[in-house]
């Protein structure tokens, strides 16, 4: 059973609807013993970093995050929150992975938020089995996290910024981008998730 | 490099794709899930479902058919048609949308853009224009098109921006239906000023407009709905010509 952990951040439903059309067993849910013992866990998001990260408190959910043993997939500010911290309201996040969270440089001509298809590159690991080098994912997002030469699984290029597309650390895996939303890119990336 | 996006778009009349024939009517065309699905397999890069339903009945088959949508896609999709409240905004949100998108309510009750975004997002507002020219200025028009407003298309868009909208879908009434091409400067002058991401709409017929909107225009997306559906123009063969003559498309 995949525990999609409902922090009251945002519409859960994409998330829920691919994992359906994956054919996967999922639960929504805020309870640290559901989530604790669940075989994968799926902190999507969406909104602002400072109050998701005040919900995540109020739900107690900070430590119970951080010690999860099992496959843990962080998407957009899911993947924000597991950072050190965010630019987004000056808010220290989980720690889990090393880079900060930054707003997009401000360049004329570049659009903030980033929104739209755009390219992963330096692709590593078991997330992106079977995904060629430059394909093309969905992003909408203003703020993200720097690179980091041992933790960075993917790299994008927007305007003046290099960053991580996508994030390892252990058990724990992050995308700025919606794979929920990258049609048949996405849709491999999550079932390679829900397979390790 | 982010992408320049392809865009059908789909009318939806109680819970069926329908297109405009020649002022006689309406003819049904197809479902909406089918042809949305066959679209992103033919590599749309969103979709946009506009509901003309005039009926309340029209309405909650709209919403059934938002869920239907989101179980199936798996790319980002837009829904609007007539939306004038906060509740309608969060119903179409809970039943899966990615996005929303207000015309006409915008205009008279502006403050609704900023309820929505500050509660949902800026990425989830997408306010749609209309205009014609009037004399030299271009005029926004509501309710479909049908009723004059004092605004003025350029002042308007900046405000749009302002009041916190993600996104602009600009239909000039002059072009739309003419398959003669977008109004590409006025695309441009908006793109010039504006920091939120622009949808061009009106006007398509032929693969060199569209190529033309996304560069001389700078518009950052194209939106189209007959040479889609009558395919006229196929969108794998649409973007292969864009890639080949160097605009950014995802394929």
């Known amino acids: 059973m995949i525990a999609i952990i409902d922090y009251k951040a945002g519409n859960l439903r994409s998330v829920e609807n691919a994992l359906k059309r994956l054919g996967a067993e999922y639960e929504v849910t805020s309870d640290p013993d559901r989530i604790r013992s669940a075989s994968h866990v799926i902190m999507p998001g969406v909104g602002e970093a400072s109050s998701a990260m005040q919900s995540l408190r109020e739900e107690g959910l900070i ?134 | 490099m982010l992408a320049k996006r392809i865009i059908p778009c789909l009318d939806v009349k109680n819970g069926q794709t329908v297109k405009g024939i020649n002022f006689e009517g309406l003819k049904e065309i197809g479902d909406p899930v089918e042809m949305g699905a066959e679209y992103s397999a033919q590599g749309a890069d969103e979709l946009v479902y506009l509901d003309i339903s005039a009926s309340l009945e029209g309405r909650k088959t709209f919403t059934d058919l938002v869920r239907r949508i989101s179980e199936r896609i798996d790319i980002p999709f837009t829904v609007g048609g007539g939306i004038s409240s906060f509740d309608e905004a969060a119903r179409l949100l809970d039943a899966g949308a990615d996005k929303i998108t207000i015309n006409s309510a915008a205009v008279y009750h502006p403050e609704l853009i900023g309820q929505i975004a500050s509660h949902y997002g800026s990425q989830f507002v997408v306010v749609a224009i209309d205009a014609r020219t009037n004399g030299p200025e271009w005029q926004v028009m509501t309710h479909g098109g049908k009723k004059e407003t004092d605004r003025e298309l350029f002042s308007w868009a900046a405000e749009v921006q302002d009041r916190g909208a993600g996104e602009i879908l600009f239909t000039s009434m002059d072009h739309d239906g003419t398959k003669n091409g977008y109004a590409c400067e006025a695309y441009a002058r908006m793109s010039s000023f504006l920091t939120i991401p622009v949808i061009a709409s009106g006007g398509a017929g032929s693969i060199e407009h569209i190529e033309e909107v996304l560069t001389k225009g700078c518009a950052d997306a194209a939106l189209a709905a007959s040479i889609f559906h009558y395919g006229e123009i196929k969108i794998e063969e649409l973007k292969r010509r864009l890639l080949a003559d160097g605009v950014n498309v995802r394929i």
């Open chain 1, 63 to 196: 430590d119970v995050i951080k010690s999860l043993t099992q496959p843990v997939l962080g998407i957009c500010i899911g993947l924000q929150l597991m950072c050190r911290m965010s630019e987004e309201g000056n808010t220290p996040c989980l720690g889990i992975f090393s880079p900060s969270v930054r707003r997009f440089t401000e360049v004329p001509g570049v659009k903030i938020p980033h929104m739209g298809w755009n390219t992963i590159t330096g692709l590593r690991g078991p997330l992106f089995e079977g995904i060629p080098d430059g394909s093309f994912v969905y992003y909408v997002h203003s703020f993200r996290p720097d690179l980091d030469e041992s933790q960075t699984i993917a790299v994008t290029e927007y305007g003046a910024d290099r960053y991580s597309g996508a994030l390892c650390k252990g058990n724990f895996y992050g995308t700025q981008f919606h794979p929920e939303k990258s049609g048949p890119v996405g849709a491999r990336i999550l079932k390679n998730f829900i397979e390790l």
